[in-house]
């Protein structure tokens, strides 16, 4: 995916676009990104938001939420999710870190957002954690040769070695600043004694990880995380004393002088210092000694801060499982058929055969109108259920029309009322097999006209199907005559048609109960 490109710019979203929100409920804050995709694949990041939450202030020390954070936190993703779709964000994608991981009640922060805000959270495992932030940073850099990625947390540190092809190293240390506060931090300014034993801890924690990161040979070392803006901030701040922006860059020698400032003060201190957000003047020494440590541990003299994390990698993590159904938006306008054909390739559909018995089943509905008078909704249902009939092979061969009746109804189609899935939904279901009877509740739930639409597109569709029973598009067109006998139905055929005569023969029997006529088949050159 190292197309996508990520620049802040606005535009305003067209059927060709798709918003998405990605939300990253992290230990010290809540940050919310909304992204815009185009058919090419193309991202732009348009909005930020942050919330700092403080999740992980006491759960690291106790393991529990307070009832206060999750509040917070809950209120504050119902303002998110508000903002979201204000920006006509059409999918937003949350996930959560070590604090809520940790937590022994990190489930009731996870079920009361769906049943408060109707929002699915999804909690992360450390590695994934740290995928999704090289995603993040790759596509915020250009990775040539291996970098070292280092993301520092209020629970956990992550460590990756990756470079613009794959990740090498994906490895997470619950070294993160809350956390290392909460279990060293005792005093303040810190004691000597509490300094040396989180040094020590430090020490001991990275040196396995120093010693394999070596190993891969990194160019150049990228740090992502409010830790370390934070702390680019206070570096800039003591080297050029002016106005507080972040860096891009922490130089080693900026660094040094910073951290003999910063082991001395005491929290109203660090409160004045600038480029030190409030919320973490109480965890930034922890950071400090940690980026400390890694500076004299993996040698190098700087660390550039990547601009990207956790919630840009979601986004681009989405894209790339998606960007088949974001291809269609470009050339697909209509919503509903939009939505029948992204379900369809969710499915692994049978493209070729479904589009060609779709043509095939509306030849004959076209033909057939003054016989069976439905109308042009009528018409574009039976032909999305023609679209979507073998779908259900995504589950099984064995009784893959039932199947396909179930991802019809389950399968999250928008745009439609709950009868019009329905009535695609059963169309599909009796493409084979038995044929509609109000014995099969599905079916009898529907209202009368509904039933009518069901029985001649499930009638049309059985037709359709036998008449590509080879998958070859062996039958170009349908001509459709009355005759004294019933109806004639007269194929032109591209290659031999013998197979398909025959599966046309076979399923005839609920088009002639539908419309109590005879129908038969013949090859025309």
Known sequence: MSNVVLTPLARRSTPDLFRLAAIDVGSNSIHMVIGQTDAEGVLTTLWRMKQPVGLGRLSFPS??????????????????????????????????????????NGGDLIERCRDELDMTVRVVSPKEEARLIYLGVRHMVPLKGAHLIVDIGGGSVEFIVGDSKQASLLESRKLGAARMTAQFVKSDPIDKKS??????????????????????????????????????????????????????????????????????SDSPQRAKMPGLDDQRRDQILAGAVMVDEIFKQFRFQRIELAGGALREGILVDYLAQHLPSLEIRSKVPDPRRRSVLDLAHRCDWHKTHSEHVARLTLQMFDQLRA?????????ELIEYAALLHDIGW???????????????????????????????????????????????????????????????????????????????????????????????????????????LWGARRKRDLYEKVFSEKIEFVLVK
Do not use: W
């Open 63 to 104: 393991r529990k939420l307070s009832r206060q954070a999750m509040n917070h936190a809950v209120e504050t993703l119902g303002r998110f999710k508000q903002a979201a779709q204000q920006r006509q964000c059409e999918t937003i994608r949350a996930v959560a870190t070590s604090a809520v991981r940790e937590a022994e």
């Open 195 to 264: 300094l040396e034993a989180m040094r020590a801890h430090y020490a001991q924690e990275l040196a396995p990880i120093c010693e394999r990161v070596k190993a891969l040979g990194p160019v150049k070392f990228l740090g992502s995380s409010g830790t370390l803006e934070n702390i680019a901030a206070m570096c800039g701040d003591a080297k050029a004393g002016t106005n507080g922006h972040s860096r891009s860059v922490i130089q080693r020698s900026d660094f040094d002088t910073m951290l003999e400032k910063l082991l001395r």
């Open 371 to 379: 016989l069976h008078g439905l109308n042009p909704v009528a018409r």
């Open 394 to 500: 995504h589950i099984s061969r064995n009784s893959h029309h039932k199947h396909s009746m179930y991802l019809i109804l389950n399968g999250e189609l928008k745009g439609f009322s709950p009868e019009e899935i329905s009535i695609m939904g059963n169309i599909a279901r009796y493409h084979r097999k038995t044929i509609p009877t109000r014995d099969h509740a599905a079916f009898d739930a529907l209202s009368k006209s509904s039933r009518q639409i069901v029985n001649v597109g499930a009638a049309l569709l059985r037709l359709a199907d036998g008449l590509d029973r080879s998958h070859v598009g062996a039958i170009r067109h349908i001509n459709c005559h009355r005759t004294s006998r019933g109806r004639r139905c007269e194929l032109e055929s591209r290659s031999d048609a013998q197979l398909e």
